[in-house]
Protein backbone atom coordinates (compact mmCIF):
# COMPACT_ATOMS: atom_id res chain seq x y z
CA UNK A 1 0.00 0.00 0.00
CA UNK A 2 0.90 3.50 -0.62
CA UNK A 3 1.93 5.87 2.00
CA UNK A 4 -1.28 7.57 3.33
CA UNK A 5 -1.40 9.51 6.09
CA UNK A 6 -4.74 9.51 8.58
CA UNK A 7 -6.35 11.00 11.58
CA UNK A 8 -6.23 8.27 14.27
CA UNK A 9 -9.17 9.29 16.79
CA UNK A 10 -9.19 7.52 19.87
CA UNK A 11 -12.31 7.76 21.46
CA UNK A 12 -11.33 6.54 24.54
CA UNK A 13 -9.05 9.36 25.10
CA UNK A 14 -10.70 11.83 23.57
CA UNK A 15 -12.41 14.37 26.76
CA UNK A 16 -14.43 16.45 24.02
CA UNK A 17 -12.22 19.20 25.20
CA UNK A 18 -12.44 21.18 21.82
CA UNK A 19 -8.08 21.76 22.01
CA UNK A 20 -7.72 20.13 18.17
CA UNK A 21 -10.89 22.67 16.91
CA UNK A 22 -9.04 25.69 18.94
CA UNK A 23 -5.57 24.96 17.39
CA UNK A 24 -6.82 24.50 14.07
CA UNK A 25 -8.99 27.99 14.37
CA UNK A 26 -5.74 29.48 15.80
CA UNK A 27 -3.47 28.01 13.25
CA UNK A 28 -5.30 29.37 10.55
CA UNK A 29 -7.84 32.18 11.82
CA UNK A 30 -10.18 31.09 9.32
CA UNK A 31 -13.53 33.24 9.62
CA UNK A 32 -16.40 33.63 11.96
CA UNK A 33 -18.64 30.41 11.27
CA UNK A 34 -15.49 28.56 9.13
CA UNK A 35 -14.53 25.60 10.61
CA UNK A 36 -11.94 23.09 9.80
CA UNK A 37 -12.21 20.33 12.92
CA UNK A 38 -15.83 20.01 14.64
CA UNK A 39 -15.86 17.82 18.03
CA UNK A 40 -19.13 16.29 17.91
CA UNK A 41 -20.73 14.32 20.65
CA UNK A 42 -21.89 10.73 20.18
CA UNK A 43 -25.69 10.75 20.42
CA UNK A 44 -26.90 8.48 23.32
CA UNK A 45 -28.62 6.38 20.84
CA UNK A 46 -24.82 5.14 20.44
CA UNK A 47 -22.97 5.72 23.34
CA UNK A 48 -25.48 6.47 26.51
CA UNK A 49 -22.27 8.25 28.61
CA UNK A 50 -22.81 11.45 26.07
CA UNK A 51 -20.04 13.30 28.67
CA UNK A 52 -17.14 11.36 27.33
CA UNK A 53 -17.98 9.98 23.64
CA UNK A 54 -16.95 12.13 20.81
CA UNK A 55 -15.72 12.15 17.09
CA UNK A 56 -13.36 14.46 16.47
CA UNK A 57 -13.40 15.47 12.41
CA UNK A 58 -11.84 17.11 9.66
CA UNK A 59 -11.30 16.40 6.12
CA UNK A 60 -10.87 12.55 6.03
CA UNK A 61 -8.00 12.61 3.02
CA UNK A 62 -10.16 9.92 1.35
CA UNK A 63 -8.88 7.39 -1.46
CA UNK A 64 -11.34 8.56 -4.00
CA UNK A 65 -12.19 11.78 -2.57
CA UNK A 66 -16.04 13.38 -3.45
CA UNK A 67 -14.79 16.94 -3.31
CA UNK A 68 -11.80 16.09 -6.22
CA UNK A 69 -14.13 14.18 -8.49
CA UNK A 70 -16.80 16.77 -8.60
CA UNK A 71 -14.41 20.72 -8.54
CA UNK A 72 -15.07 21.53 -11.86
CA UNK A 73 -12.04 23.47 -12.10
CA UNK A 74 -9.44 21.14 -10.82
CA UNK A 75 -9.00 23.14 -7.06
CA UNK A 76 -8.16 19.49 -5.25
CA UNK A 77 -5.28 17.86 -5.14
CA UNK A 78 -4.11 14.49 -3.56
CA UNK A 79 -0.42 14.32 -3.29
CA UNK A 80 0.94 11.26 -4.51
CA UNK A 81 3.55 11.10 -1.32
CA UNK A 82 1.11 10.86 1.53
CA UNK A 83 -2.39 10.89 0.04
CA UNK A 84 -2.86 14.10 1.56
CA UNK A 85 -6.13 16.18 -0.04
CA UNK A 86 -5.05 19.52 -0.58
CA UNK A 87 -7.73 22.01 -1.80
CA UNK A 88 -5.78 24.93 -3.69
CA UNK A 89 -8.07 27.95 -2.84
CA UNK A 90 -6.87 30.13 -5.61
CA UNK A 91 -8.42 27.98 -8.38
CA UNK A 92 -11.55 27.74 -6.49
CA UNK A 93 -14.77 29.79 -8.03
CA UNK A 94 -16.79 29.13 -5.34
CA UNK A 95 -19.32 26.73 -6.82
CA UNK A 96 -19.92 25.25 -3.89
CA UNK A 97 -20.39 21.44 -5.51
CA UNK A 98 -17.41 20.28 -3.58
CA UNK A 99 -18.98 21.13 -0.13
CA UNK A 100 -22.71 19.51 -1.60
CA UNK A 101 -20.85 16.30 -2.14
CA UNK A 102 -18.83 15.53 0.32
CA UNK A 103 -20.53 13.28 2.84
CA UNK A 104 -18.49 14.34 5.91
CA UNK A 105 -19.01 18.08 5.50
CA UNK A 106 -15.31 19.25 5.72
CA UNK A 107 -15.45 21.81 2.57
CA UNK A 108 -17.02 25.07 3.82
CA UNK A 109 -18.22 28.13 2.17
CA UNK A 110 -15.43 31.13 3.44
CA UNK A 111 -17.98 34.16 2.69
CA UNK A 112 -15.22 36.55 2.48
CA UNK A 113 -12.99 34.76 -0.36
CA UNK A 114 -16.33 33.60 -1.65
CA UNK A 115 -14.24 30.32 -2.04
CA UNK A 116 -14.88 27.25 -0.58
CA UNK A 117 -11.71 25.67 2.03
CA UNK A 118 -10.82 22.72 4.53
CA UNK A 119 -8.41 21.38 6.01
CA UNK A 120 -5.76 20.19 4.18
CA UNK A 121 -3.52 17.90 6.65
CA UNK A 122 -1.12 21.40 7.63
CA UNK A 123 0.72 20.01 4.76
CA UNK A 124 3.25 22.58 5.11
CA UNK A 125 3.76 22.01 8.60
CA UNK A 126 4.19 18.08 7.60
CA UNK A 127 6.42 19.25 4.55
CA UNK A 128 8.16 20.54 7.46
CA UNK A 129 8.71 17.82 9.74
CA UNK A 130 5.87 18.49 12.18
CA UNK A 131 2.38 17.15 13.01
CA UNK A 132 -0.64 18.68 12.40
CA UNK A 133 -1.82 21.84 14.56
CA UNK A 134 -4.52 19.47 15.82
CA UNK A 135 -2.63 16.79 16.34
CA UNK A 136 0.25 18.66 17.93
CA UNK A 137 -2.43 20.59 20.73
CA UNK A 138 -4.01 17.22 22.02
CA UNK A 139 -3.54 16.80 25.63
CA UNK A 140 -4.47 13.61 26.02
CA UNK A 141 -2.98 12.02 22.41
CA UNK A 142 -6.43 11.04 21.78
CA UNK A 143 -6.08 12.59 18.29
CA UNK A 144 -3.00 11.41 16.52
CA UNK A 145 -0.93 11.12 12.90
CA UNK A 146 -0.87 7.93 11.48
CA UNK A 147 0.38 6.35 7.88
CA UNK A 148 -2.39 3.69 6.73
CA UNK A 149 0.42 1.87 5.05
CA UNK A 150 2.20 0.82 8.51
CA UNK A 151 -0.22 1.03 10.85
CA UNK A 152 0.30 -2.53 12.79
CA UNK A 153 -2.77 -1.79 15.61
CA UNK A 154 -5.97 -3.86 14.60
CA UNK A 155 -8.13 -2.38 17.25
CA UNK A 156 -8.88 0.49 15.11
CA UNK A 157 -12.77 1.14 13.22
CA UNK A 158 -13.04 2.87 9.72
CA UNK A 159 -16.75 3.18 10.05
CA UNK A 160 -17.76 3.84 13.58
CA UNK A 161 -21.35 4.29 14.54
CA UNK A 162 -22.16 8.42 13.88
CA UNK A 163 -19.93 8.43 11.00
CA UNK A 164 -21.15 8.52 7.57
CA UNK A 165 -20.05 5.17 6.09
CA UNK A 166 -19.37 5.82 2.53
CA UNK A 167 -17.22 2.83 1.41
CA UNK A 168 -16.33 4.36 -2.27
CA UNK A 169 -14.64 7.30 -0.72
CA UNK A 170 -12.69 5.10 1.58
CA UNK A 171 -12.07 8.20 4.12
CA UNK A 172 -8.23 7.34 5.96
CA UNK A 173 -9.83 8.27 9.20
CA UNK A 174 -9.34 5.36 11.83
CA UNK A 175 -11.03 4.99 15.32
CA UNK A 176 -10.31 3.28 18.09
CA UNK A 177 -14.23 2.73 19.87
CA UNK A 178 -15.22 4.61 23.68
CA UNK A 179 -14.95 1.29 26.32
CA UNK A 180 -18.19 1.03 27.92
CA UNK A 181 -17.43 2.64 31.81
CA UNK A 182 -17.33 -0.09 34.35
CA UNK A 183 -20.26 0.86 37.18
CA UNK A 184 -18.75 0.73 40.54
CA UNK A 185 -21.21 -0.22 43.33
CA UNK A 186 -21.11 0.75 47.14
CA UNK B 1 -33.24 23.10 6.35
CA UNK B 2 -30.01 24.46 3.67
CA UNK B 3 -29.99 27.19 0.98
CA UNK B 4 -32.99 26.95 -1.18
CA UNK B 5 -29.99 28.01 -4.22
CA UNK B 6 -32.19 30.45 -6.10
CA UNK B 7 -29.72 31.49 -9.18
CA UNK B 8 -29.47 26.89 -9.05
CA UNK B 9 -33.61 27.00 -9.25
CA UNK B 10 -33.46 29.43 -12.26
CA UNK B 11 -30.75 27.75 -14.04
CA UNK B 12 -32.29 24.06 -13.63
CA UNK B 13 -35.51 25.14 -14.55
CA UNK B 14 -35.31 27.49 -17.10
CA UNK B 15 -32.56 25.59 -19.14
CA UNK B 16 -35.25 22.54 -18.77
CA UNK B 17 -37.91 24.53 -20.70
CA UNK B 18 -35.73 25.47 -23.19
CA UNK B 19 -34.64 21.71 -23.19
CA UNK B 20 -38.32 20.64 -23.45
CA UNK B 21 -38.67 23.14 -26.27
CA UNK B 22 -36.23 21.87 -28.55
CA UNK B 23 -37.74 18.42 -27.50
CA UNK B 24 -41.38 19.24 -28.59
CA UNK B 25 -40.37 21.13 -31.66
CA UNK B 26 -38.53 17.89 -32.89
CA UNK B 27 -40.68 15.53 -32.30
CA UNK B 28 -43.86 18.10 -34.17
CA UNK B 29 -41.86 18.74 -37.14
CA UNK B 30 -41.03 14.66 -37.96
CA UNK B 31 -44.61 14.40 -37.27
CA UNK B 32 -44.98 16.53 -40.29
CA UNK B 33 -45.87 19.73 -38.41
CA UNK B 34 -45.56 23.12 -38.91
CA UNK B 35 -41.97 24.92 -39.78
CA UNK B 36 -43.23 28.68 -40.21
CA UNK B 37 -42.78 29.66 -36.59
CA UNK B 38 -39.76 28.34 -35.86
CA UNK B 39 -37.33 31.32 -35.61
CA UNK B 40 -39.91 32.82 -32.59
CA UNK B 41 -40.05 29.26 -30.92
CA UNK B 42 -36.04 29.22 -30.64
CA UNK B 43 -36.10 32.97 -29.85
CA UNK B 44 -37.88 31.83 -26.79
CA UNK B 45 -35.43 28.38 -26.18
CA UNK B 46 -32.23 30.90 -26.88
CA UNK B 47 -33.92 33.30 -24.23
CA UNK B 48 -34.53 30.85 -21.85
CA UNK B 49 -31.48 29.18 -21.75
CA UNK B 50 -29.84 33.31 -21.94
CA UNK B 51 -31.64 33.81 -18.45
CA UNK B 52 -30.69 30.28 -16.83
CA UNK B 53 -26.89 30.84 -17.81
CA UNK B 54 -26.60 34.45 -16.29
CA UNK B 55 -28.90 33.31 -13.44
CA UNK B 56 -25.99 30.33 -12.53
CA UNK B 57 -23.16 33.12 -12.66
CA UNK B 58 -24.77 34.13 -9.25
CA UNK B 59 -24.62 31.05 -7.81
CA UNK B 60 -20.52 31.61 -8.11
CA UNK B 61 -18.91 33.52 -6.22
CA UNK B 62 -16.24 34.59 -8.79
CA UNK B 63 -18.23 34.34 -11.58
CA UNK B 64 -15.58 35.90 -13.92
CA UNK B 65 -14.07 33.25 -13.57
CA UNK B 66 -17.03 31.05 -15.16
CA UNK B 67 -15.02 29.73 -17.99
CA UNK B 68 -12.58 28.04 -16.01
CA UNK B 69 -15.44 25.36 -14.81
CA UNK B 70 -14.80 23.31 -18.75
CA UNK B 71 -11.42 22.63 -16.93
CA UNK B 72 -12.44 18.75 -14.89
CA UNK B 73 -14.24 17.13 -18.15
CA UNK B 74 -12.65 13.79 -16.34
CA UNK B 75 -14.44 13.14 -13.82
CA UNK B 76 -16.55 16.34 -12.88
CA UNK B 77 -20.25 16.17 -14.00
CA UNK B 78 -20.53 19.88 -12.90
CA UNK B 79 -17.87 20.35 -16.06
CA UNK B 80 -19.42 18.42 -18.65
CA UNK B 81 -23.37 20.20 -18.02
CA UNK B 82 -21.64 23.24 -18.23
CA UNK B 83 -20.47 21.93 -21.73
CA UNK B 84 -23.91 20.72 -22.97
CA UNK B 85 -25.27 23.49 -22.04
CA UNK B 86 -22.85 26.24 -23.66
CA UNK B 87 -23.38 23.46 -26.82
CA UNK B 88 -26.77 23.47 -26.27
CA UNK B 89 -26.93 27.06 -26.21
CA UNK B 90 -24.66 27.10 -29.38
CA UNK B 91 -27.09 25.52 -31.50
CA UNK B 92 -29.92 27.69 -30.13
CA UNK B 93 -28.23 31.07 -31.18
CA UNK B 94 -27.37 29.32 -34.69
CA UNK B 95 -30.92 28.75 -35.24
CA UNK B 96 -32.17 32.25 -34.23
CA UNK B 97 -29.37 33.62 -35.90
CA UNK B 98 -29.48 31.98 -39.34
CA UNK B 99 -33.24 31.90 -39.64
CA UNK B 100 -33.39 29.66 -42.13
CA UNK B 101 -32.05 26.76 -40.64
CA UNK B 102 -34.32 27.38 -37.67
CA UNK B 103 -37.04 25.29 -39.33
CA UNK B 104 -34.57 22.01 -40.06
CA UNK B 105 -35.51 19.44 -37.84
CA UNK B 106 -32.30 17.95 -37.95
CA UNK B 107 -31.53 21.16 -35.75
CA UNK B 108 -34.31 20.34 -33.11
CA UNK B 109 -33.03 16.95 -32.75
CA UNK B 110 -29.29 17.91 -32.35
CA UNK B 111 -30.40 20.54 -29.97
CA UNK B 112 -32.28 17.81 -28.13
CA UNK B 113 -29.45 15.42 -27.87
CA UNK B 114 -27.21 18.06 -26.07
CA UNK B 115 -30.39 19.09 -24.15
CA UNK B 116 -30.12 15.58 -23.06
CA UNK B 117 -26.44 15.43 -22.15
CA UNK B 118 -27.29 18.54 -19.67
CA UNK B 119 -30.17 16.87 -18.19
CA UNK B 120 -28.09 13.64 -17.39
CA UNK B 121 -25.08 15.82 -16.43
CA UNK B 122 -27.43 17.52 -14.22
CA UNK B 123 -28.87 15.03 -12.76
CA UNK B 124 -25.42 13.31 -11.34
CA UNK B 125 -24.01 16.77 -10.26
CA UNK B 126 -27.24 16.98 -7.84
CA UNK B 127 -27.01 13.58 -6.90
CA UNK B 128 -23.85 13.21 -4.67
CA UNK B 129 -23.08 10.66 -2.56
CA UNK B 130 -23.65 13.04 0.74
CA UNK B 131 -27.23 13.20 -0.10
CA UNK B 132 -28.90 9.95 0.23
CA UNK B 133 -32.49 10.51 -1.03
CA UNK B 134 -30.89 11.98 -4.30
CA UNK B 135 -27.67 9.61 -4.59
CA UNK B 136 -29.10 7.94 -7.15
CA UNK B 137 -31.35 8.38 -11.16
CA UNK B 138 -33.93 10.50 -9.06
CA UNK B 139 -32.54 13.92 -9.79
CA UNK B 140 -32.58 13.07 -13.92
CA UNK B 141 -36.23 12.02 -13.34
CA UNK B 142 -36.97 15.26 -11.91
CA UNK B 143 -35.22 17.18 -14.44
CA UNK B 144 -36.53 14.95 -17.17
CA UNK B 145 -40.06 15.15 -16.00
CA UNK B 146 -40.01 18.95 -15.95
CA UNK B 147 -38.35 19.32 -19.10
CA UNK B 148 -41.01 17.29 -21.19
CA UNK B 149 -43.80 18.93 -19.29
CA UNK B 150 -42.03 22.58 -19.31
CA UNK B 151 -41.79 21.45 -23.47
CA UNK B 152 -45.19 20.41 -24.09
CA UNK B 153 -46.69 22.92 -21.70
CA UNK B 154 -44.99 26.22 -23.84
CA UNK B 155 -44.69 24.23 -26.90
CA UNK B 156 -48.12 24.27 -27.55
CA UNK B 157 -48.10 27.80 -28.12
CA UNK B 158 -46.24 27.19 -31.38
CA UNK B 159 -47.79 23.52 -32.27
CA UNK B 160 -50.40 23.84 -35.25
CA UNK B 161 -53.85 23.11 -34.62
CA UNK B 162 -53.32 19.61 -35.98
CA UNK B 163 -50.78 18.97 -33.58
CA UNK B 164 -52.09 20.66 -30.27
CA UNK B 165 -53.81 17.11 -29.16
CA UNK B 166 -50.63 15.98 -29.60
CA UNK B 167 -49.08 18.62 -27.16
CA UNK B 168 -52.35 17.81 -24.67
CA UNK B 169 -51.33 14.31 -24.65
CA UNK B 170 -47.56 14.78 -23.44
CA UNK B 171 -48.36 17.06 -21.15
CA UNK B 172 -51.05 15.19 -19.09
CA UNK B 173 -48.62 12.35 -19.29
CA UNK B 174 -45.81 14.18 -17.87
CA UNK B 175 -47.84 15.70 -15.15
CA UNK B 176 -49.09 12.49 -14.33
CA UNK B 177 -45.34 11.09 -14.27
CA UNK B 178 -44.66 13.97 -12.13
CA UNK B 179 -47.10 13.86 -9.63
CA UNK B 180 -46.17 10.15 -9.12
CA UNK B 181 -42.67 10.66 -8.38
CA UNK B 182 -43.16 13.59 -6.06
CA UNK B 183 -45.52 11.47 -4.34
CA UNK B 184 -43.48 8.04 -4.28
CA UNK B 185 -40.24 9.48 -3.63
CA UNK B 186 -40.57 11.06 -0.10
CA UNK B 187 -42.68 8.10 1.01
CA UNK B 188 -40.19 5.69 0.17
CA UNK B 189 -37.57 7.80 1.53
CA UNK B 190 -39.49 7.42 4.89
CA UNK B 191 -38.49 3.77 5.15
CA UNK B 192 -34.86 4.45 4.20
CA UNK B 193 -31.46 5.34 6.64
CA UNK B 194 -31.69 7.96 8.99
CA UNK B 195 -30.71 10.93 6.52
CA UNK B 196 -33.32 9.77 4.01
CA UNK B 197 -35.75 9.70 6.51
CA UNK B 198 -35.29 13.20 7.68
CA UNK B 199 -35.18 14.42 3.67
CA UNK B 200 -38.53 12.63 3.80
CA UNK B 201 -40.27 13.95 6.42
CA UNK B 202 -38.47 17.51 5.39
CA UNK B 203 -39.76 17.44 2.07
CA UNK B 204 -43.20 16.39 3.42
CA UNK B 205 -43.22 19.45 5.86
CA UNK B 206 -42.46 21.76 3.09
CA UNK B 207 -43.93 24.32 1.71
CA UNK B 208 -42.39 24.30 -1.86
CA UNK B 209 -43.38 20.61 -1.50
CA UNK B 210 -46.79 20.89 -1.21
CA UNK B 211 -46.90 24.15 -4.01
CA UNK B 212 -45.57 22.35 -6.26
CA UNK B 213 -47.84 19.04 -5.66
CA UNK B 214 -50.76 21.80 -5.86
CA UNK B 215 -49.43 23.36 -9.02
CA UNK B 216 -49.28 19.90 -10.83
CA UNK B 217 -52.91 18.76 -9.55
CA UNK B 218 -53.97 22.35 -11.09
CA UNK B 219 -52.38 21.19 -14.22
CA UNK B 220 -54.01 18.05 -14.36
CA UNK B 221 -57.39 19.23 -13.85
CA UNK B 222 -57.57 21.99 -15.99
CA UNK B 223 -55.79 19.97 -19.35
CA UNK B 224 -58.14 16.85 -18.36
CA UNK B 225 -61.19 18.90 -18.23
CA UNK B 226 -60.24 21.37 -21.07
CA UNK B 227 -58.71 18.49 -23.01
CA UNK B 228 -56.13 21.59 -24.14
CA UNK B 229 -53.63 23.62 -22.62
CA UNK B 230 -54.70 27.58 -21.88
CA UNK B 231 -51.93 29.92 -22.64
CA UNK B 232 -51.67 30.67 -19.20
CA UNK B 233 -51.33 27.05 -17.81
CA UNK B 234 -47.39 27.01 -18.84
CA UNK B 235 -46.94 29.99 -16.74
CA UNK B 236 -48.15 28.60 -13.96
CA UNK B 237 -46.83 25.74 -14.52
CA UNK B 238 -43.39 26.86 -14.87
CA UNK B 239 -44.31 28.75 -11.04
CA UNK B 240 -44.64 25.35 -9.98
CA UNK B 241 -41.53 24.44 -11.01
CA UNK B 242 -39.27 27.01 -10.14
CA UNK B 243 -40.91 26.30 -6.23
CA UNK B 244 -40.48 22.74 -6.56
CA UNK B 245 -36.99 23.10 -7.09
CA UNK B 246 -36.32 25.38 -4.36
CA UNK B 247 -37.75 22.73 -2.19
CA UNK B 248 -35.57 20.10 -3.88
CA UNK B 249 -32.86 22.61 -2.98
CA UNK B 250 -33.82 23.52 0.25
CA UNK B 251 -35.10 20.25 1.79
CA UNK B 252 -32.73 17.70 1.05
CA UNK B 253 -30.99 16.74 4.05
CA UNK B 254 -27.25 16.40 3.84
CA UNK B 255 -25.25 13.21 5.70
CA UNK B 256 -22.87 16.15 7.44
CA UNK B 257 -26.54 17.13 9.41
CA UNK B 258 -26.23 13.91 11.36
CA UNK B 259 -22.76 13.41 12.35
CA UNK B 260 -22.65 11.44 15.62
CA UNK B 261 -26.28 10.37 15.22
CA UNK B 262 -27.24 7.17 13.90
CA UNK B 263 -26.59 6.82 9.92
S1 LIG C 1 -13.58 13.99 3.54
FE1 LIG C 1 -14.67 15.18 2.00
S2 LIG C 1 -13.33 16.91 1.61
FE2 LIG C 1 -12.06 15.35 2.61
S3 LIG C 1 -11.16 14.14 0.92
FE3 LIG C 1 -13.05 13.11 1.53
S4 LIG C 1 -14.57 13.94 0.13
FE4 LIG C 1 -12.84 15.35 0.08
S1 LIG D 1 -16.37 25.40 -4.46
FE1 LIG D 1 -14.33 25.58 -5.36
S2 LIG D 1 -13.24 23.76 -4.73
FE2 LIG D 1 -15.42 23.37 -4.38
S3 LIG D 1 -16.10 22.34 -6.24
FE3 LIG D 1 -16.48 24.53 -6.55
S4 LIG D 1 -14.65 25.31 -7.56
FE4 LIG D 1 -14.12 23.30 -6.71
Same mark, same amino acid.
Given at each position: MKKQYAFLVDSERCIG? =??? @?? @?CRNYYHQEEGVVWRQVYPLSEEIYPHRERAFLSLACNHCEDPACLNVCPVNAY???????VVVHHQEKCIGCGNCIRSCPYGAPKYNPVEKRAEKCSFCHERLDAGLKPACVQSCPTKALQLVDLAEMQQTNQVQYPAGYPK????????? =??LPKTPKMVRR | MQSMEFPLVLFTVLSQAAIGLTLMRAVRTTSGGEEAAGRTEW??????????LLGSLFHLG?????????????????????? &???? &??GVAALAVVAG???GKPALAWLGTALGLGVILSAGMTYAPPALPALNNALPAAFFLTSAVLLGAGFGSWFADEGLRPLMVRIFTGAVVVGLVLYLVAPCVWLSG???????????????FYWAHLGVLAVALAVAWKTRDIPAWLPVLVLIGELVGRAGFFADTVHTAANMGGLY
Open positions: C =FTC @AM @ATKREEDGMEKLNPSTR =FI | LLIAGLMVAGHPLSAPMALTHLGTAWLSREVL &FAGL &FMNVAGEVMRMTGQAWLASG
